[in-house]
Structures are given as structure tokens and as C-alpha cells.
């Protein structure tokens, strides 16, 4: 067996909904003893399962060479034990059910004129065939409508694949089903007046595997001018390198984009520009999520297999066990 760090550290906890905690003298396992400080405040709210952390303060840190016990977020050696009773987390993966089942849907409606992303351009839905002229071509008694759609494919609830953001990424052709669809999926509470959806938010969860939902109750302002206000709710670069060292499939937002849309970012896009490179689909315009619980349900939002196109609207939805 290789060598084993446990770091002991004092922490101060804020919440990003008021209050805080001390711990002192507090033991963690770590993978290995050049751990930082960022990455042991996420793994050290990981550990305790803590939500809605805004910032966590750590000092007097020293390593100690010895076995690990099980901490959450670093696997213990064979034979070394479990947990050092810190784990109060509640947080739990699967169903918890049996029976039926309850959709629920996340998408916004896609109507005529309708405004997605401000200042551009609109859906018009019109009809290619009425009912009226079909009845010359069929039996009487027999008639048919086919409409037309014209539209820019960042409409409504859409998910981005790779080629949005890289010219040789995969588009939705080649995006893989199992990537898009069924997922099991966890979603992340962010509390109201947060804005950016960093590491120490996401680090209770487990979401490897799974598609990530961020409810940030921005959907609310959908279809108005506030909703492409610049205090939009967003994920930083951090977070979205979080999301990817742990593995997530696909993450979503109920707000106007992924990234900070606020002239302070200089037009940088850190979280499409991480996940679409490691191939992680983003699904930006969600809505509902307030009716979806923390775990225990399969998230869908699967567009049609369109070659040389990077975005394009999709019906998202999640699959609920019954309880």
C-alpha cells in the first residue's frame, strides 16, 4: 500500500442563506499531500455533505501520514476501515420507489414570435399545406396540414453539443444517445441571489454519470427583459472543471446561459468552452425544475440527428417513479 495523507485543518464555514460553522482540528482523508486549500475546503463540504457553502476559510493545516477512513470523494484502501463518523450528508442516489411513473416537463413552449435570447431573431411558425388546400389531392372527407417553421436553432429549451463551440467537435448527429437520454439525474439547489454556481456549490454531490440540473429560478423571467439582465445566475470555469473531474454526463441550467452573460466577462465562456471540450452536453432554457426532487428521477432532452448543426431545440423532460 502507497503512501496515505490525512490533512488536519481549522475551517470556517459561511452559507450562502446566512449563519456558519466552525470545526477545529478537523481530519480528512486527501489523495495526495500537495492537495490546496481550494480543493480541500470542496472536498472537506463534500465530506460533510454541506449545501449552500458560499465560502469556506481554511487554516493551521498540516499532513499527517496515515491510513484513510473513508472520507467521502477518496476511496479507501482495502481493508482500512470506514467512515470517522463525519458523514451527515443524507444525500442519496436511485429511485426510492416502485410502481408507476410521472413525467415532468422542462421545456418552454416554442411559439410564433416569441423571444428566446434578446436581440434575436424569432421563430415564425406558419403552414407550408392548409387543410383547405390538401382536400384537392385526397378523397373527400380527407384532409391534412403541414406546417413551416423558421427559426434560428437557439430556440426555446436547447441543448449544445461540441461543434457549438469547437469546429471539429461532434455535432448532433454524432452526439452519443447515451449521452442525451434516460440519465439518471441530481439536481443543485442554488440559492436565491447567488449568481455564480462555483466548486463549493457543487461539492455535495454526487453527480458522476448523471445529468446535472442547476435550479436557479431565473426561468421565472422567461419571455421578459430581465431575463437576459446581467445578474443572471451562471456556472464559472471552476465549477464546470469540478463537474468534469467528477465525471458528470450532461449538465443544465434554468437561466439564459451556461455562462456569465455580464459585460464583465469580456465574452469569455469558460464553462461551454470545458464541458464541450470533454464532451459533456450543456442544455441551456430549462424550466420546472422547482417540481423535480434533489435525486430519484431519469432526465431526457434529445434533439433530432441533424448533421453540421451544433444546437438545436429539444423537449426535456424527467421520468419520476412513483412514490
Do not use: C, K
Amino acid at each position: 500500500m502507497g503512501e496515505q495523507w490525512r490533512a488536519q485543518f481549522d475551517a470556517e464555514v459561511t452559507f450562502a442563506n446566512s449563519g456558519g460553522l466552525r470545526t477545529d482540528g478537523f481530519r480528512l482523508d486527501v489523495p495526495d499531500r500537495d492537495i490546496t486549500d481550494d480543493e480541500l475546503a470542496a472536498l472537506f463540504v463534500r465530506h460533510l455533505g454541506l449545501l449552500m457553502v458560499a465560502d469556506v476559510r481554511i487554516s493551521g493545516r498540516t499532513m499527517v501520514e496515515e491510513p484513510h477512513r473513508g472520507g467521502r470523494g477518496v476511496t479507501p484502501a482495502a481493508g482500512s476501515g470506514g467512515s470517522d463518523g463525519s458523514d451527515n450528508s443524507g444525500q442519496s442516489g436511485g429511485s426510492g420507489g416502485s410502481g408507476g411513473r410521472r413525467l415532468v416537463e422542462l421545456s418552454h413552449v416554442v411559439t410564433d414570435g416569441m423571444t428566446t435570447l434578446p436581440g434575436w431573431p424569432a421563430p415564425r411558425i406558419t403552414q407550408w399545406l392548409t387543410r383547405e388546400a390538401s382536400r384537392a389531392s385526397y378523397a373527400p372527407g380527407t384532409e391534412f396540414q403541414v406546417g413551416r417553421i423558421d427559426m434560428i436553432a437557439n430556440t426555446g429549451t436547447y441543448v449544445d453539443t461540441p461543434a457549438h463551440r469547437f469546429a471539429e467537435g461532434a455535432d448532433l448527429a454524432a452526439t452519443p444517445l447515451d449521452r442525451l437520454a434516460d440519465l439518471p439525474g441530481v439536481v443543485v439547489r442554488v440559492p436565491a441571489g447567488t449568481r455564480a454556481v462555483d466548486r463549493l456549490l457543487l461539492a455535495p454531490y454526487d453527480v458522476a454519470g448523471r445529468a446535472v440540473l442547476l435550479h436557479t429560478g431565473w426561468s421565472a423571467h422567461f419571455g421578459t427583459d430581465r431575463y437576459g439582465a446581467p445578474e443572471a445566475p451562471y456556472l464559472t470555469g471552476d465549477g464546470a472543471r469540478a463537474l468534469i473531474d467528477a465525471g458528470a454526463a450532461l449538465v443544465g441550467i434554468d437561466s439564459i446561459n451556461i455562462d456569465d452573460m455580464s459585460p464583465a466577462s469580456a465574452g469569455e465562456r469558460p464553462a461551454h468552452s470545458t464541458l464541450l471540450a470533454h464532451g459533456v452536453p450543456v442544455v441551456e432554457h430549462l424550466t420546472g425544475l422547482d417540481a423535480l426532487p434533489p435525486t430519484g428521477f431519469r432526465f431526457t432532452a434529445a434533439p433530432p440527428m441533424v448533421a453540421g448543426m451544433g444546437t438545436f431545440p429539444v423537449r426535456a423532460f424527467a421520468v419520476l417513479d412513483a412514490a
